[in-house]
T-cell receptor, first 113, second 115 residues
Framework: ETGVTQSPTHLIKTRGQQVTLRCSSQ?????VSWYQQALGQGPQFIFQ???????GRGNFPPRFSGLQFPNYSSELNVNALELDDSALYLC????????????FGQGTRLTVV | AQSVSQHNHHVILSEAASLELGCNYS??????LFWYVQYPGQHLQLLLK??????LVKGIKGFEAEFIKSKFSFNLRKPSVQWSDTAEYFC?????????????FGKGTHLIIQP
């Protein structure tokens, strides 16, 4: 167990809907990153939050947005869901400015129908 | 932009066989290198990491990896695999000191160990 918890574990949504996924980071970690892992692929970096602001972003459209709260927990919001958004969404926490590893949660499996 | 290439997408071995999984990266600067493992139904776990120093790094569960800078490679090895090593293995890189570009992962290698 890593101490990074994500909710919910599974979710089914309809195309066009909006979804919010949640993540609690490991104690002492101040940075949260989100990744999308499509079936049979490696995780792809969506964005990173530090001090409640997005400070890095991968190649994802603006309908993917996020928040980080003062307790370092985080949300990932996806608007106007598309079928291709079906994937495992992973949250990882780490310490900004330090060369340490990221610790991952178990993920939220999102299915868009 | 960073990229990571894992050469073997599916590997099937018998117990006690030796393992080597290839990983090459493309990045114009100093990198941190990682191998993560994802056992069925579990979260991604760190096997080992390289930040600097000795290019031969040892990780958990008897795994090791060698960083060869001239070849941009970070291959994972284990002398004798066990059935419990069946999992998905990911090589990843990022910029030192927690760069804001996150981790760049390879597509993964699905390893199956036959008893």
């Amino acid at each position: 167990e890593t101490g990074v918890t994500q909710s919910p574990t599974h979710l089914i949504k309809t195309r066009g809907q909006q979804v919010t996924l949640r993540c609690s980071s490991q104690s002492g970690h101040n940075t949260v990153s989100w990744y999308q892992q499509a079936l049979g692929q490696g995780p792809q970096f969506i964005f990173q939050y530090y001090r409640e602001e997005e400070n890095g972003r991968g190649n994802f459209p603006p309908r993917f947005s996020g928040l980080q709260f003062p307790n370092y927990s985080s949300e990932l919001n996806v608007n106007a869901l598309e079928l291709d958004d079906s994937a495992l969404y992973l949250c990882a926490s780490s310490i900004q400015g330090a060369s340490t590893e990221a610790f991952f949660g178990q993920g939220t499996r999102l299915t868009v129908v | 932009a960073q990229s990571v290439s894992q050469h073997n997408h599916h590997v099937i071995l018998s117990e006690a066989a030796s393992l080597e999984l290839g990983c090459n990266y493309s990045y114009g600067g100093t990198v941190n290198l990682f191998w993560y493992v994802q056992y069925p139904g579990q979260h991604l776990q760190l096997l080992l990491k390289y930040f600097s120093g000795d290019p031969l790094v040892k990780g958990i569960k008897g795994f090791e990896a060698e960083f060869i800078k001239s070849k941009f490679s970070f291959n994972l090895r284990k002398p004798s695999v066990q059935w419990s090593d069946t999992a998905e293995y990911f090589c990843a890189v990022n910029a030192p000191f927690g760069g804001a570009d996150g981790l760049t992962f390879g597509k993964g290698t699905h390893l199956i160990i036959q008893p």
